[in-house]
């Protein structure tokens, strides 16, 4: 297995002295013009004072549609900033542009009774007038925050990707084994954050069956800042675009509550044929939604009283119903008009899997880099940051007598650990089955999980607990297990919705109460003495339930929690492919997984074992801190934010060593005490809630994005903002006075808490200070003489860059002159001092791509050997799962201790005993993450497909689908 000692990044980063100018057009509009926008807006609002901004971003969504060379730099349009926020690289016609302008200044009050306002604000306006001026934009130019960080200026996030991107455009096709990659540039939104450019025309990839599937690459160039670092980074993700054209007796599936993107081109100009209009080589984005009273898709801000309504096109935008009906048609273009529907999990599965391994990566990551202006160079490699981590951790030794086999020890251990857990208590827990393979499955990996050898004890159904049931009991000298087998029967099956109720919420609270009383009354009672048990539920598949709101899932967890037991949902399957034995044996891995994260939740969880020596206090203890946002006030009327913080103490016995704080109480109770007071005030879903996720699968969700944290001159930043941030304030006092009496490691995740907790912006943070919102900033050690503070920030929206690991060839080896793949470890940049502070955490491969080449390629076919046999192969149709890089940043710690070794035992908290690939998060951050199941609704445990940049896989439970 080859050793990397560097890894290298997609990252990008200026010359201390490098200057980079591009010229760009700008629109400015004067002060009188933004003040009566203002006036105009504010009326119709219940507190107009309040409102300082106009919203632009309905303007920008449409300039995205058709006017795709702009690029818009805010959301709001600031009334007291006399700024530009649209640029482009030539001027816009005028025509183009009176146009767009009109529409949407009609639609910012687009009430009867504001009709003649108006007009009167368009008479006054006099957008002829306006004129667009030629400016050279310092793409490279930052301050610095006062901890040291490069602060870009804000428009920057659009421009610099934006101008990368015309750079890579210049560049010669892209060129593989085989073929040539065209690309072009896609209009983006301030929300979607930086530049993405797309190949063009699509490959296409034909299936096993026959079908054909269409893809494209995928660019993505943003603007990242890194904490306590003077420069900013420029990140690079190689990824795939995939594209719908599967349909069936309604064309394609697209569920309602989302948004469905389209990606367009056309011949000629979207509204004008001046002579001074083009037809844009950028490609327009345009999205389909569900319009409840049309009882069909139309476009976003199109229907019957929509912006798009109201314009005069010279080239028409395709019918919803044509382009849901014929999409693989609208690939190839229809009448001067090509149309792509961006595939996305909830439309089922595609035959292109996702993902790029660095097979393709390395390749397209050096071309690009052929386009990069001077003064912009790859960032360093990172080196491994090993200084503590030499030494692997060690378990527990037998002290004499036997040698046990290493299965049988981890059985007896798991045994003990679970039999003090329980307090002398045998384990009972329950199966409610659905179908019989899972069953025995089941059953089969509970034994193996425990080392339960034997034939159990079997009670038949009229001895059970329940009538139809059974009960399976084991002895061990250690625990006594009890299995209540049940089928779950009229459990699982849809919600009551009728079809006239689908969108009726009251319907759909109605028909989870009506669930959740039947799982009460089928279940036998609680516990006496009020300990949590464990259910694991088999469900059907999400495709099963119709519509989406009608999936039981989170009724079930629910009623499960009314009658006292904390819930593992196993899936039933869609279909089962693969080698029979192969299916046997990915079933049997996944049920044990099942078991141990059900274990998990009734607070057994194996602790890392740091291996880090003295240097770690003995009684240090570990806290996560999560956030969980809440969109509205559940049944319970609760404040709409609930902190989750997990603590974790290595050294305490079992029932205490995992315990988490109940903001109610001001307590530290046992995990699985928590998470049933975490469902007393779970949100209950809406009837749209449940029809698919809120975000597009093609667009990084950036709420609390770096660059973007601040406040919105629109919002009257508000008083929920403020509001929740305050809560946040005094819960994290609370917590930290509570953790004061003993040395303390807390995590936080920069994308789930920096929104609430603005000192985790990189703007904001500073080393070894902290700073709770309304207070002021303080020593760190003030809040408690042994706490340390460590953030993580993950791959979301890109803010950590792709990566692989990188090592010499051999001077007498053949072939390339560098190797690359997936390495494991902790990383630091080279040349950096004791007092470095931010250090890269990778896994190895996980999951579905774990046997996948790093070499494989969707384009290209590449030799292989298996088995003795040669030959080629293309691997268009394999997941490629890439670990992410997770960042951890120390950003407080004594004046005494050294950055790395707090930053190694946040890698080693990673570690999951007992499994190979690291989790995605640190143990503690994990835990608190997973306890927000229990706050939100969801429909479903796993994730329908990978990220192409992901953590270790966490678990996976749907059981159908079998790479042989």
């Given at each position: 297995?080859?050793?990397?000692?560097?890894?290298?990044?997609?990252?990008?980063?200026?010359?201390?002295?490098?200057?980079?100018?591009?010229?760009?057009?700008?629109?400015?509009?004067?002060?009188?013009?933004?003040?009566?926008?203002?006036?105009?807006?504010?009326?119709?609002?219940?507190?107009?004072?309040?409102?300082?901004?106009?919203?632009?971003?309905?303007?920008?969504?449409?300039?995205?549609?058709?006017?795709?060379?702009?690029?818009?730099?805010?959301?709001?349009?600031?009334?007291?900033?006399?700024?530009?926020?649209?640029?482009?690289?030539?001027?816009?016609?005028?025509?183009?542009?009176?146009?767009?302008?009109?529409?949407?200044?009609?639609?910012?009050?687009?009430?009867?009774?504001?009709?003649?306002?108006?007009?009167?604000?368009?008479?006054?306006?006099?957008?002829?007038?306006?004129?667009?001026?030629?400016?050279?934009?310092?793409?490279?130019?930052?301050?610095?925050?006062?901890?040291?960080?490069?602060?870009?200026?804000?428009?920057?996030?659009?421009?610099?990707?934006?101008?990368?991107?015309?750079?890579?455009?210049?560049?010669?096709?892209?060129?593989?084994?085989?073929?040539?990659?065209?690309?072009?540039?896609?209009?983006?939104?301030?929300?979607?954050?930086?530049?993405?450019?797309?190949?063009?025309?699509?490959?296409?990839?034909?299936?096993?069956?026959?079908?054909?599937?269409?893809?494209?690459?995928?660019?993505?160039?943003?603007?990242?800042?890194?904490?306590?670092?003077?420069?900013?980074?420029?990140?690079?993700?190689?990824?795939?675009?995939?594209?719908?054209?599967?349909?069936?007796?309604?064309?394609?599936?697209?569920?309602?509550?989302?948004?469905?993107?389209?990606?367009?081109?056309?011949?000629?100009?979207?509204?004008?044929?001046?002579?001074?209009?083009?037809?844009?080589?950028?490609?327009?984005?345009?999205?389909?939604?569900?319009?409840?009273?049309?009882?069909?898709?139309?476009?976003?801000?199109?229907?019957?009283?929509?912006?798009?309504?109201?314009?005069?096109?010279?080239?028409?935008?395709?019918?919803?119903?044509?382009?849901?009906?014929?999409?693989?048609?609208?690939?190839?273009?229809?009448?001067?008009?090509?149309?792509?529907?961006?595939?996305?999990?909830?439309?089922?599965?595609?035959?292109?899997?996702?993902?790029?391994?660095?097979?393709?990566?390395?390749?397209?990551?050096?071309?690009?880099?052929?386009?990069?202006?001077?003064?912009?160079?790859?960032?360093?490699?990172?080196?491994?940051?090993?200084?503590?981590?030499?030494?692997?951790?060690?378990?527990?030794?037998?002290?004499?007598?036997?040698?046990?086999?290493?299965?049988?020890?981890?059985?007896?251990?798991?045994?003990?650990?679970?039999?003090?857990?329980?307090?002398?208590?045998?384990?009972?827990?329950?199966?409610?089955?659905?179908?019989?393979?899972?069953?025995?499955?089941?059953?089969?990996?509970?034994?193996?999980?425990?080392?339960?050898?034997?034939?159990?004890?079997?009670?038949?159904?009229?001895?059970?607990?329940?009538?139809?049931?059974?009960?399976?009991?084991?002895?061990?000298?250690?625990?006594?297990?009890?299995?209540?087998?049940?089928?779950?029967?009229?459990?699982?099956?849809?919600?009551?919705?009728?079809?006239?109720?689908?969108?009726?919420?009251?319907?759909?609270?109605?028909?989870?109460?009506?669930?959740?009383?039947?799982?009460?009354?089928?279940?036998?009672?609680?516990?006496?003495?009020?300990?949590?048990?464990?259910?694991?539920?088999?469900?059907?598949?999400?495709?099963?339930?119709?519509?989406?709101?009608?999936?039981?899932?989170?009724?079930?967890?629910?009623?499960?929690?009314?009658?006292?037991?904390?819930?593992?949902?196993?899936?039933?399957?869609?279909?089962?492919?693969?080698?029979?034995?192969?299916?046997?044996?990915?079933?049997?891995?996944?049920?044990?997984?099942?078991?141990?994260?059900?274990?998990?939740?009734?607070?057994?969880?194996?602790?890392?074992?740091?291996?880090?020596?003295?240097?770690?206090?003995?009684?240090?203890?570990?806290?996560?801190?999560?956030?969980?946002?809440?969109?509205?006030?559940?049944?319970?009327?609760?404040?709409?934010?609930?902190?989750?913080?997990?603590?974790?103490?290595?050294?305490?016995?079992?029932?205490?060593?995992?315990?988490?704080?109940?903001?109610?109480?001001?307590?530290?109770?046992?995990?699985?005490?928590?998470?049933?007071?975490?469902?007393?005030?779970?949100?209950?879903?809406?009837?749209?809630?449940?029809?698919?996720?809120?975000?597009?699968?093609?667009?990084?969700?950036t709420e609390g994005a770096e660059g973007t944290d601040g406040p919105e001159p629109g919002r009257s930043w508000d008083s929920r903002t403020e509001q929740h941030r305050r809560v946040v304030a005094d819960a994290v006092q609370e917590i930290l006075f509570n953790l004061r009496d003993r040395p303390t490691l807390l995590l936080v995740h920069a994308q789930n808490a920096r929104r609430l907790w603005p000192w985790l912006q990189n703007g904001h943070i500073r080393p070894d200070m902290i700073q709770l919102h309304g207070r002021q900033a303080q020593r760190l050690v003030i809040q408690g003489p042994g706490l340390r503070l460590v953030r993580v920030r993950d791959h979301t929206g890109t803010e950590t860059p792709q990566w692989w690991g990188r090592a010499e060839r051999p001077a007498d080896d053949s072939g390339e002159k560098e190797r690359f793949g997936i390495a494991t470890g902790l990383w630091k940049p080279p040349g950096t001092n004791q007092r470095n502070r931010v250090f890269s955490s990778t896994s190895e491969k996980a999951g579905p791509g774990t046997s996948l080449s790093v070499m494989a390629s969707r384009w290209a076919f590449r030799p292989y050997t298996k088995d003795g046999k040669t030959g080629f192969t293309i691997d268009t149709d394999k997941p490629a799962w890439n670990p992410g890089l997770l960042e951890i940043t120390v950003a407080g710690c004594r004046p005494d201790d050294d950055p790395e070794l707090w930053a190694a035992l946040t890698h080693r908290?990673?570690?999951?005993?007992?499994?190979?690939?690291?989790?995605?998060?640190?143990?503690?951050?994990?835990?608190?993450?997973?306890?927000?199941?229990?706050?939100?609704?969801?429909?479903?445990?796993?994730?329908?497909?990978?990220?192409?940049?992901?953590?270790?896989?966490?678990?996976?439970?749907?059981?159908?689908?079998?790479?042989?």
């Amino acid at each position: 297995m080859i050793r990397y000692d560097a890894i290298r990044l997609a990252g990008y980063t200026p010359a201390p002295d490098a200057d980079w100018t591009v010229s760009y057009y700008t629109l400015v509009f004067p002060q009188p013009h933004r003040e009566r926008l203002l006036d105009l807006y504010r009326r119709g609002l219940k507190r107009p004072d309040d409102c300082l901004g106009v919203p632009v971003g309905r303007l920008n969504s449409l300039i995205q549609a058709l006017a795709p060379e702009v690029v818009s730099v805010a959301k709001w349009l600031d009334v007291s900033r006399d700024e530009p926020w649209l640029y482009a690289r030539r001027p816009v016609p005028e025509d183009v542009f009176s146009t767009l302008i009109h529409t949407w200044v009609r639609d910012l009050r687009p009430e009867p009774e504001h009709r003649e306002a108006v007009r009167e604000a368009l008479r006054e306006l006099r957008l002829g007038e306006l004129r667009w001026e030629q400016r050279d934009i310092p793409m490279l130019s930052r301050t610095s925050t006062p901890g040291g960080t490069a602060e870009p200026d804000g428009r920057l996030y659009q421009l610099l990707p934006d101008a990368l991107a015309d750079l890579v455009l210049g560049l010669e096709p892209f060129s593989y084994a085989g073929g040539t990659l065209r690309f072009r540039g896609v209009a983006r939104r301030p929300s979607d954050r930086g530049a993405e450019l797309l190949s063009w025309p699509p490959d296409r990839h034909e299936d096993r069956d026959g079908r054909t599937w269409w893809f494209s690459a995928l660019l993505t160039v943003t603007l990242q800042s890194v904490p306590f670092s003077s420069e900013p980074r420029v990140h690079l993700r190689c990824g795939v675009r995939r594209w719908a054209t599967r349909t069936g007796p309604s064309g394609l599936y697209l569920p309602h509550r989302r948004a469905a993107s389209v990606y367009l081109l056309a011949d000629a100009p979207w509204i004008a044929d001046s002579p001074e209009s083009w037809a844009s080589p950028r490609f327009s984005v345009g999205r389909l939604r569900y319009d409840r009273e049309l009882r069909a898709r139309r476009w976003e801000a199109g229907g019957p009283d929509g912006m798009l309504s109201r314009l005069r096109l010279r080239q028409s935008l395709p019918l919803p119903h044509d382009l849901i009906s014929r999409p693989a048609d609208w690939l190839t273009g229809t009448g001067g008009v090509t149309a792509a529907v961006v595939h996305s999990a909830p439309m089922g599965s595609h035959g292109v899997k996702a993902g790029l391994m660095p097979g393709d990566r390395v390749p397209l990551t050096e071309w690009f880099e052929g386009a990069l202006p001077e003064g912009l160079t790859r960032a360093p490699d990172p080196i491994r940051a090993d200084r503590y981590l030499k030494r692997r951790p060690g378990g527990r030794r037998e002290s004499g007598g036997e040698t046990l086999a290493p299965e049988l020890r981890k059985a007896i251990a798991q045994r003990q650990e679970m039999a003090e857990l329980l307090e002398g208590e045998a384990l009972r827990v329950e199966f409610l089955w659905l179908t019989e393979p899972i069953r025995d499955a089941g059953i089969q990996a509970l034994a193996t999980l425990l080392g339960l050898t034997g034939e159990p004890e079997r009670k038949p159904a009229g001895e059970a607990t329940a009538p139809g049931g059974e009960t399976l009991s084991w002895w061990t000298p250690e625990l006594a297990v009890e299995l209540r087998l049940t089928r779950i029967g009229g459990l699982a099956d849809s919600l009551a919705l009728s079809t006239e109720n689908i969108w009726r919420t009251s319907a759909l609270h109605t028909a989870i109460a009506g669930r959740r009383e039947q799982v009460v009354k089928q279940l036998p009672d609680a516990a006496a003495n009020g300990r949590v048990s464990l259910a694991l539920v088999e469900i059907h598949h999400q495709g099963a339930y119709v519509p989406r709101s009608a999936d039981p899932k989170f009724s079930l967890r629910l009623g499960f929690r009314d009658a006292g037991r904390v819930t593992q949902f196993v899936v039933k399957p869609r279909r089962v492919t693969g080698k029979p034995s192969d299916v046997e044996k990915a079933r049997a891995r996944k049920l044990e997984a099942c078991w141990t994260d059900g274990f998990r939740q009734l607070g057994h969880r194996p602790v890392p074992d740091h291996g880090l020596g003295p240097a770690i206090p003995a009684d240090i203890q570990y806290t996560g801190l999560w956030l969980v946002k809440r969109r509205r006030d559940g049944p319970t009327r609760q404040a709409d934010l609930v902190p989750i913080a997990i603590r974790v103490r290595p050294g305490e016995p079992v029932p205490e060593r995992i315990t988490g704080w109940d903001i109610r109480t001001g307590e530290w109770v046992p995990y699985p005490a928590l998470l049933i007071r975490l469902a007393e005030s779970a949100e209950l879903p809406t009837a749209e809630d449940l029809e698919g996720d809120s975000l597009e699968e093609d667009t990084e969700h950036t709420e609390g994005a770096e660059g973007t944290d601040g406040p919105e001159p629109g919002r009257s930043w508000d008083s929920r903002t403020e509001q929740h941030r305050r809560v946040v304030a005094d819960a994290v006092q609370e917590i930290l006075f509570n953790l004061r009496d003993r040395p303390t490691l807390l995590l936080v995740h920069a994308q789930n808490a920096r929104r609430l907790w603005p000192w985790l912006q990189n703007g904001h943070i500073r080393p070894d200070m902290i700073q709770l919102h309304g207070r002021q900033a303080q020593r760190l050690v003030i809040q408690g003489p042994g706490l340390r503070l460590v953030r993580v920030r993950d791959h979301t929206g890109t803010e950590t860059p792709q990566w692989w690991g990188r090592a010499e060839r051999p001077a007498d080896d053949s072939g390339e002159k560098e190797r690359f793949g997936i390495a494991t470890g902790l990383w630091k940049p080279p040349g950096t001092n004791q007092r470095n502070r931010v250090f890269s955490s990778t896994s190895e491969k996980a999951g579905p791509g774990t046997s996948l080449s790093v070499m494989a390629s969707r384009w290209a076919f590449r030799p292989y050997t298996k088995d003795g046999k040669t030959g080629f192969t293309i691997d268009t149709d394999k997941p490629a799962w890439n670990p992410g890089l997770l960042e951890i940043t120390v950003a407080g710690c004594r004046p005494d201790d050294d950055p790395e070794l707090w930053a190694a035992l946040t890698h080693r908290l990673r570690q999951s005993p007992g499994r190979a690939p690291l989790l995605a998060l640190p143990l503690p951050l994990h835990l608190a993450r997973k306890a927000a199941e229990y706050v939100l609704p969801t429909t479903q445990d796993q994730l329908a497909e990978p990220d192409e940049d992901d953590g270790a896989v966490q678990l996976c439970f749907d059981l159908g689908v079998i790479d042989p």
